[in-house]
């Protein structure tokens, strides 16, 4: 399997990943690196890329392939053929996140800080272990803080010989401009539904009925679409969440309802913490000497270090809780969309089919007009959590707006 194989819809974006992975071949092949001198930035090839597009378009598994390819030692490579063999020792290594010279970084905090980007920094100064580039994938660009990104700007401007930097973000506005300028900008779209569904029968074995439906019900979201596939719970949350529509015809049933959507995400955040906190707290207790599952007191002067991760779980738990409750926005936002084709008489396919009854019964009950304006409150729900509004505040707030309309 060639390392683009995941990269659904892309074949724009393929075609210059694999042009720039054959030019960066040629660029070690010949040493140039020797001289000093950094990677080409007029040809296909340069040292710092940002990979922009909706969610769930695939942008780090495009970041991935991409640092795959250039790690790529098949022989192939030698008569020509396409770096990202997806066999060979470079490709897998760096695909399951093993690769001594590829550092892929996620966050699940709200935000990197300074320190985190000096430490990537001075990482991405020396020289590959081994492989053929220092590859830093930074998945999530958009949560950099300020004083992070002006860290970060300094290792773009002035890039180590054969350091490969890719950014991924949302879009060209959650970076700051002065690192996108300094940047190769990739695309990315939405795929298309059906190659979703059909990446998912293939890659995951999901059954093909339910794989068309959860790619269906997302939009092409590839990971969204992949949860509701193998999560029963996922399936759960999301219809009660679609079932809200029905249930803000007075007041009282707008406060419920905006309570439940509250109590959902904070319990899709417990989930999390339950399967990763109690592990993440065991092996640091047993790095700090503390005897395992003894519950025996920590050796002085580590107390520190446990407070350390607690807050660093606490912030986790934070942005989980705000990631759940945004998803479950998107989730209405589309419903209230599908009720929208259908007042236009849109030909454009509805995507919660399992709940063509309740769709209709909305679309029936009022006009497209009350309908945007739903929408609407929808997405000043949204902004108001991006300024950090009370959660409670404004989806109370934005269901007694879908009641008004």
Not at 2 to 31: H, K, N, P
Not at 35 to 45: F, K, L, R
Not at 85 to 95: A, D, P, Q, S
Not at 117 to 126: E, I, K, N, S, Y
Request: aromatic content about 2%.
């Amino acid at each position: 399997m060639a390392v683009w194989d995941d990269l659904v819809g892309q074949d724009r974006v393929m075609e210059q990943l694999s042009a720039a992975a054959r030019d960066a071949d040629v660029f070690v092949t010949a040493a140039a690196s020797a001289s000093g001198e950094a990677p080409p930035s007029g040809g296909s090839m340069t040292h710092a890329w940002l990979f922009t597009g909706p969610p769930g378009s695939g942008r780090a598994t495009a970041a991935r392939a991409f640092a795959a390819a250039l790690q790529c030692v098949s022989p192939d490579r030698a008569v020509g053929g396409i770096p990202g063999c997806g066999f060979c020792e470079g490709c897998h290594t760096t695909l399951v996140g093993t690769h001594a010279d590829v550092e892929i970084v996620r966050t699940d905090q709200l935000s990197i800080g300074v320190k985190e980007t000096r430490d990537l920094v001075r990482r991405a100064q020396l020289s590959p272990a081994g492989g053929r580039w220092q590859v830093i994938v930074l998945e999530d660009a958009d949560r950099l803080t300020e004083g992070a990104g002006n860290v970060l700007l300094k290792a773009v401007e002035e890039p180590a010989p054969r350091t490969v930097w890719l950014l991924c973000a949302p879009s060209l506005e959650d970076v700051l401009p002065t690192i996108r300028s300094r940047c190769r900008l990739l695309t990315l779209r939405t795929p298309p539904v059906a190659a979703v569904a059909d990446l998912l029968a293939r890659r995951d074995g999901i059954e093909p009925e339910l794989a068309a439906r959860v790619a269906r019900a997302t939009q092409g979201h590839i990971g969204r679409a992949r949860r509701l596939a193998t999560d029963e719970r996922a399936r759960a949350r999301r219809a009660a969440v679609l079932k809200l529509p029905l249930r803000v015809d007075d007041v009282g049933g707008c406060l419920k309802a905006a309570q439940e959507l509250i109590d959902a995400a904070a319990e899709d955040a417990k989930q999390v913490a339950e399967e990763v906190d109690a592990k993440e707290t065991e092996e640091l207790r047993a790095a700090l000497g503390a005897a395992a599952g003894t519950g025996s007191r920590l050796p002085r002067g580590t107390a520190g270090a446990m407070k350390e991760l607690q807050d660093r779980q606490k912030r986790r738990s934070t942005r989980t809780q705000r990631d759940s409750l945004d998803l479950a926005l998107v989730d209405l936002t589309g419903f209230y969309r599908d009720v929208l084709a259908m007042q236009l008489g849109s030909r454009v396919e509805v995507a919660n089919t399992d709940m063509q009854d309740a769709l209709e019964r909305i679309a029936r009950a009022s006009g497209p007009e009350r309908t945007l304006r739903r929408i609407e409150a929808i997405i000043d729900c949204r902004r108001a959590l991006d300024r950090n509004v009370a959660p409670l505040l404004a989806v109370e707030a934005m269901t007694m707006a879908l009641r008004a309309g």
